[in-house]
């Protein structure tokens, strides 16, 4: 199994409104595209004094295939929408991790 890790800092200013948006519409969307089984949302727990807050969105993969697949088909597209809906509020940072 492979696990699709989207880490993201979103600036405080834009946070509800993002965090309403993944839920309703963009996981939603992700999991459409039938590359992935399974996902989780989680905030990650730390004190920042950066300007935002940092959340890991988790979608997990039989293997690398579908991940490279969701790379090559949607994931252009998908991020095109994130970026033009909150333009210059967010920073990602995407890791594979393989189960052992």
């Given at each position: 199994?492979?696990?699709?890790?989207?880490?993201?800092?979103?600036?405080?200013?834009?946070?509800?409104?993002?965090?309403?948006?993944?839920?309703?519409?963009?996981?939603?969307?992700?999991l459409?595209?039938?590359?992935?089984?399974?996902?989780?949302?989680?905030?990650?727990?730390?004190?920042?004094?950066?300007?935002?807050?940092?959340?890991?969105?988790?979608?997990?993969?039989?293997?690398?295939?579908?991940?490279?697949?969701?790379q090559?088909?949607?994931?252009?597209?998908?991020?095109?929408?994130?970026?033009?809906?909150?333009?210059?509020?967010?920073?990602?940072?995407?890791?594979?991790?393989?189960?052992?």
């Amino acid at each position: 199994m492979i696990l699709y890790n989207i880490t993201v800092n979103v600036e405080r200013d834009v946070e509800d409104e993002w965090l309403q948006w993944m839920k309703s519409t963009h996981i939603p969307e992700v999991l459409s595209t039938g590359m992935f089984h399974e996902n989780k949302f989680f905030k990650i727990m730390h004190d920042s004094e950066d300007t935002g807050s940092n959340y890991s969105v988790q979608y997990f993969a039989k293997d690398m295939h579908q991940v490279m697949s969701y790379q090559h088909e949607y994931f252009d597209k998908h991020n095109a929408i994130v970026q033009q809906k909150f333009p210059k509020k967010l920073a990602i940072f995407i890791t594979l991790l393989e189960e052992v």
